[in-house]
């Protein structure tokens, strides 16, 4: 196979990497195929969504929020961001109802992009996001997801930790550092710190354990606050994100790969 003797050697194949695009560029992923005499490459025809094994099925949920969150420009970004890995199949849902449908259950891991501020919670929500819990599917909380179902204590055992409106809600927006508190983590192994440009929650309120996996520190309070955490709720897995306040945020590249991953180690990939 001439046309690949430049890369190979004694049966391995040598790729290098040049950065060009600064100190948070992150490579997640490397697709290789043969490519046969007088024919295409193989699989090329699928491109490299012709992954092994059957795709996760991952709900993007959405629709309505704080008027300070633009749902309707983030949650695209976002769907975008995850749909680059060609392991998850990714559903748009801009309808919060949704979360009462028997059809939740038919998803393995739903993406919460969604607040329903000063709006009752959805009939039969509450009640139908435990069953989908309990079936020990999993559950990622972006940004102001946080700060749903206000009034359902039994929310912040499942969130973790959730918006606590007699807290500080955040350092003005602006860059920051997120660290790599944990990098034993499938979520957060290999990734190195990275800047953003988001709002840096201090408004995370919980007693339940969690296991910490990124944290930034406040210009305002020089404390560190948790900005990616883990934990499981009964036989389900869940990963709170409170980065992703608007289209910067949601698609900074690191974070974008912390939400793939995120998604992955939830459906147990």
Known sequence: QQFARDLYAEGSVRISFRN???PNAVVSEIWLWEKAEGGSAAGEAAGPAAADGPKLKVLLLTGDDY???LWKQTAPVLAAGLRADPRLEVTVVERPEFLASPDLLGHDVLVLHWMNWEKPDPAGSRENL???????KGLLLVHFACGAFQGWPEFREIAGKSYDPKL???DPYGKFRVEIAD??????????????EDELYTCLAGDRPVRVLATSRSKVDGKDYPMVFVHEYGKARVVHCPL????????????????RRSCRWLGNR
Do not use: C, S, Y
């Open 67 to 69: 008027p300070g969150h």
């Open 130 to 136: 435990k069953r989908f819990l309990e079936a020990g």
């Open 183 to 196: 990098g034993g983590h499938p979520i957060t192994k290999g990734l190195e710190p990275f800047e953003t």
């Open 20 to 22: 060009d695009v600064g």
């Open 168 to 170: 500080r809600g955040h």
């Open 244 to 259: 992703g306040h608007d289209v910067k945020g949601v698609g900074n590249p690191a974070a974008a790969e912390l939400f």
